[in-house]
């Protein structure tokens, strides 16, 4: 596979765990309680954890001078390939976690079947990374049930959430042009064919959570091409304000 | 970033490793923990190499530090450097590294089946460490590290941390 292609597919899978894990960042010290807290800033830090192993990966294949910094706090927004969905802000709590649950899914669906690519550091990525989501949907799946199945409030947030994030799933299921090229090659992961097991765990959960499954037949997309919604500009400002400000600082 | 699958020490290298320990659990060494995948001198430079419990740990590059300043004092130059594959188990944490998590006040991984049944609540068998109590719940999925969750052992009250089984 050609670096650029290898690199640019790579972005493709480790932007959404950068992005995610920024989201759940923002949480720190405001989770609706002490525990939830905690548990999201530790989703955070797996996801934080799974960035750098990419992103080392991936300034190793583009030379000496480019870091794992530069990947993460350098890009312009087009850049960055993560989907829309991860990047939707942290509304309420109910927005919190469906959204951390249709990523968690679609996560360990992908990670299961990179972890058989044939480049080999991707597939070690992958099966660490399978350890980590497995727990992290647990977590999500868990509290989709309790508040779905919870009070008449938690119930009806949850399904405007469930609701609104909808039309953000079907671009996990997207290919590019990179990915092509990588599933070709043995590298990456065919993501169409994850649709109808993803849809199916979604909906049992949702089911077993008293939450319907919207009839939505228009989807969003453009974050994997680079076209982000608004909400990624101002992420992105507080992503890399340090960096941009005082450029070249270290810890 | 390479891939290791066999665990490679030199004993005589072992005593060195065996003084560094986890900054989160001081009273592990890492050895213990069984985080060091290689240790060979090559070149008169001690070559070491780690592999993380969990992507995000914070604790790894402390640990390379620490390896580098114990061989410092013996006068013998280190290099450290990650490995992903073959990824860290809970099985590789040794049998006395299990008995200084309880005394620390940390239950130990129970097996791969019972540790769901532990954080899914559907069975009481994680031991409170400090009174040897198995009527403990569950507190949270998520607990001080992500290596850990959070209990609370119903007969003495005490809240402790329970170090997932990860396989």
């Given at each position: 596979m050609k670096k650029e292609n290898l690199i640019q597919y790579i972005y493709g899978i480790a932007d959404n765990a950068l992005i995610l894990g920024q989201r759940l960042s923002e949480l720190c010290g405001h989770g609706p309680n002490l525990e939830t807290d905690i548990a999201c800033t530790n989703m955070a830090l797996d996801l934080l954890g799974q960035t750098r192993s990419y992103y080392q990966y991936a300034a190793h294949l583009s030379g000496e001078k480019v870091t794992e910094d530069d990947i993460a706090?350098?890009?312009?927004?087009?850049q960055y390939k993560n989907v829309l969905l991860v990047e939707q802000p942290n509304t309420n709590f109910a927005y919190i976690i469906t959204r951390q649950f249709f990523y968690d899914v679609f996560h360990l669906l992908l990670l299961q079947e990179l972890q058989n690519s044939k480049d080999e550091t991707l597939a070690a990525i992958a099966k660490k990374g399978i350890k980590e989501v497995s727990y992290h949907q647990r977590f999500s799946s868990d509290w989709i049930k309790r508040l779905g199945d919870g009070t008449e409030v938690s119930h009806q947030k949850t399904q405007e959430a469930v609701n609104d994030l909808w039309k953000f799933t079907d671009e996990l299921f997207q290919l590019t042009e990179e990915d092509k090229n990588a599933v070709e090659l043995g590298v990456g992961v065919d993501v169409s064919l994850l649709k109808e097991k993803y849809y199916q765990i979604v909906g049992e959960v949702l089911e077993e959570a008293t939450l319907s499954v919207p009839e939505l037949k228009w989807f969003r997309k453009g974050g994997k091409e680079g076209i982000h919604s608004e909400h990624m500009g101002y992420l992105l400002s507080d992503l890399q304000y340090m960096q941009r400000t005082y450029p070249n600082m270290k810890w | 970033m390479t891939i290791e699958l066999e665990q490679h020490i030199d004993p005589k290298l072992f005593s060195i490793l065996e003084k560094?320990?986890?900054?989160?659990?001081?009273?592990?060494?890492i050895m213990d923990m069984g985080v060091v995948r290689f240790a060979q001198m090559v070149n008169n430079i001690a070559q070491i190499k780690i592999t993380p419990?969990?992507?995000?740990?914070?604790a790894m590059d402390v640990i390379g530090d620490d390896i580098i300043n114990a061989f410092s004092q013996e006068n013998i130059e280190a290099k450290v450097s990650l490995v992903l594959s073959p990824a860290w188990t809970t099985d590789w944490i040794t049998p006395r590294g299990r008995k200084a998590l309880e005394e620390y006040g940390i239950a130990a991984p129970l097996e791969e089946d019972a540790d769901k049944e532990a954080l899914l609540g559907n069975k009481k068998i994680v031991k409170c460490p400090q009174c040897g109590s198995t009527n403990t719940k569950m507190i949270?999925?998520?607990?001080?590290?992500?290596?850990k969750a959070l209990f609370q052992c119903e007969d003495c009250l005490e809240p402790f941390d329970y170090f997932k089984c990860l396989k």
């Amino acid at each position: 596979m050609k670096k650029e292609n290898l690199i640019q597919y790579i972005y493709g899978i480790a932007d959404n765990a950068l992005i995610l894990g920024q989201r759940l960042s923002e949480l720190c010290g405001h989770g609706p309680n002490l525990e939830t807290d905690i548990a999201c800033t530790n989703m955070a830090l797996d996801l934080l954890g799974q960035t750098r192993s990419y992103y080392q990966y991936a300034a190793h294949l583009s030379g000496e001078k480019v870091t794992e910094d530069d990947i993460a706090f350098l890009r312009t927004e087009r850049q960055y390939k993560n989907v829309l969905l991860v990047e939707q802000p942290n509304t309420n709590f109910a927005y919190i976690i469906t959204r951390q649950f249709f990523y968690d899914v679609f996560h360990l669906l992908l990670l299961q079947e990179l972890q058989n690519s044939k480049d080999e550091t991707l597939a070690a990525i992958a099966k660490k990374g399978i350890k980590e989501v497995s727990y992290h949907q647990r977590f999500s799946s868990d509290w989709i049930k309790r508040l779905g199945d919870g009070t008449e409030v938690s119930h009806q947030k949850t399904q405007e959430a469930v609701n609104d994030l909808w039309k953000f799933t079907d671009e996990l299921f997207q290919l590019t042009e990179e990915d092509k090229n990588a599933v070709e090659l043995g590298v990456g992961v065919d993501v169409s064919l994850l649709k109808e097991k993803y849809y199916q765990i979604v909906g049992e959960v949702l089911e077993e959570a008293t939450l319907s499954v919207p009839e939505l037949k228009w989807f969003r997309k453009g974050g994997k091409e680079g076209i982000h919604s608004e909400h990624m500009g101002y992420l992105l400002s507080d992503l890399q304000y340090m960096q941009r400000t005082y450029p070249n600082m270290k810890w | 970033m390479t891939i290791e699958l066999e665990q490679h020490i030199d004993p005589k290298l072992f005593s060195i490793l065996e003084k560094v320990s986890d900054p989160e659990i001081p009273v592990l060494s890492i050895m213990d923990m069984g985080v060091v995948r290689f240790a060979q001198m090559v070149n008169n430079i001690a070559q070491i190499k780690i592999t993380p419990t969990y992507s995000g740990c914070p604790a790894m590059d402390v640990i390379g530090d620490d390896i580098i300043n114990a061989f410092s004092q013996e006068n013998i130059e280190a290099k450290v450097s990650l490995v992903l594959s073959p990824a860290w188990t809970t099985d590789w944490i040794t049998p006395r590294g299990r008995k200084a998590l309880e005394e620390y006040g940390i239950a130990a991984p129970l097996e791969e089946d019972a540790d769901k049944e532990a954080l899914l609540g559907n069975k009481k068998i994680v031991k409170c460490p400090q009174c040897g109590s198995t009527n403990t719940k569950m507190i949270s999925q998520f607990g001080s590290t992500a290596c850990k969750a959070l209990f609370q052992c119903e007969d003495c009250l005490e809240p402790f941390d329970y170090f997932k089984c990860l396989k």
